[in-house]
């Protein structure tokens, strides 16, 4: 935090990310009206990352700290999804939840099963937490029906392959009986209901737009974590504004390689981007050729067609030593088009 990024009257301080070696992407948003927390979480770099076990594990206590000590002077709280990389168990550290408003993931719909289980399990915490019992959380689901989400990625669904369509098309069939299979959980189970008790009020984002003073916060609709009917589920992304100065904070978008996502980048046109980058170290095992290189096209765009700079350029991508040969093409564009895509840690330490 001892060099946030500006644009007008908005900071950003960038509290941990991979590049500082554990997996997190929390930043802390400050206008002149509020101070907003993002993704409050950590995790330890993969096994098969080239550092050792003890250095992971105390370079994830470093980020614990780090994390507590911004809650501590935030006034609310964003999580975007459910991976421990961007959320912290309230058993594990109170301190980041006591007396604030959390503006969390809906915790009922558009979610996989182990994202639905793990909210249950953080909401239940945090409501015991504050002396609340748990079970009055809980209601039966109102009557729901879901649209198939790939209706709403027209410029996705209208790219063409090539010699990948069949077998794309056989992944998207494929995709969609999963999120068939998933939607019945959201219809058929018992929901979770926003509280405000004991000191905390939880609100679910999705789709939400507030105002604090002169600050506007538009929280995205669900988007995928990553490709079309992407299993790790859906996030959701922040667009903060302050005056006529923006920034957007994508969540997991991972490139992003969805081109609906690249165009709202682009139509928002932010002045500051906290962008995540594809997985490459599961590269021909989670990530195929053709993924990777929608990713790295997407951002191209970003980079031509807006008027971000710098871009923050750091979580997913950064899991992999070999992320600037793989994603060269990406820094060969900042060069030309005068732009900065750099990591936290590069910004942190210039």
Request: contains cysteine; hydrophobic residues 35%.
């Amino acid at each position: 935090m001892d060099r946030p990024l500006r644009t007008g009257k908005i900071e950003i301080h960038l509290i941990w990310f991979d590049s500082m070696g554990a997996k997190s992407s929390s930043i802390l948003i400050e206008t002149p009206d509020l101070k907003l927390l993002v993704d409050p979480g950590v995790a330890a770099l993969q096994p098969g990352y080239p550092l050792p076990a003890e250095k992971k594990e105390e370079l994830k206590q470093k980020a614990m700290r780090r994390i507590i000590g911004a809650a501590r002077i935030a006034d609310e709280l964003f999580i975007s999804h459910y991976h421990y990389d961007h959320h912290t168990l309230p058993e594990a550290a109170p301190t980041i939840y006591r007396n604030k408003r959390l503006w969390v993931k809906d915790p009922n719909q558009w979610l996989n099963l182990s994202q639905w289980q793990r909210a249950r399990r953080f909401l239940n915490q945090l409501y015991h937490m504050v002396g609340g019992d748990p079970e009055r959380l809980h209601h039966p689901p109102p009557r729901i029906r879901f649209s198939d989400p790939l209706d709403h990625l027209c410029e996705a669904k209208k790219r063409n392959f090539g010699n990948y369509q069949p077998r794309r098309q056989e992944l998207l069939n494929k995709g969609r009986r999963w999120w068939q299979r998933v939607s019945k959980v959201w219809q058929e189970s018992l929901w979770v209901g926003e509280f405000s008790y004991g000191g905390v009020e939880v609100r679910f984002a999705d789709g939400r737009k507030i105002q604090r003073g002169r600050t506007k916060i538009r929280f995205t609709p669900p988007l995928f974590h990553g490709i079309e009917y992407d299993r790790l589920g859906w996030v959701i992304g922040l667009v903060v504004e302050y005056g006529r100065r923006k920034i957007l904070y994508s969540s997991d978008l991972q490139g992003p390689q969805i081109e609906d996502y690249a165009q709202w980048i682009i139509k928002e046109n932010p002045d500051l981007i906290i962008l995540d980058g594809p997985a490459t170290y599961l590269f021909g095992f989670m990530m195929n050729r053709i993924n990777l290189r929608r990713a790295i096209e997407n951002f191209l765009r970003i980079i031509k067609e807006t008027k971000a700079n710098p871009i923050i350029y750091d979580h997913h991508n950064l899991r992999d030593p070999r992320y600037r040969e793989r994603l060269k093409e990406v820094y060969e564009e900042a060069n030309r088009s005068g732009k900065r895509v750099i990591t936290a840690a590069e910004w942190l330490n210039p």
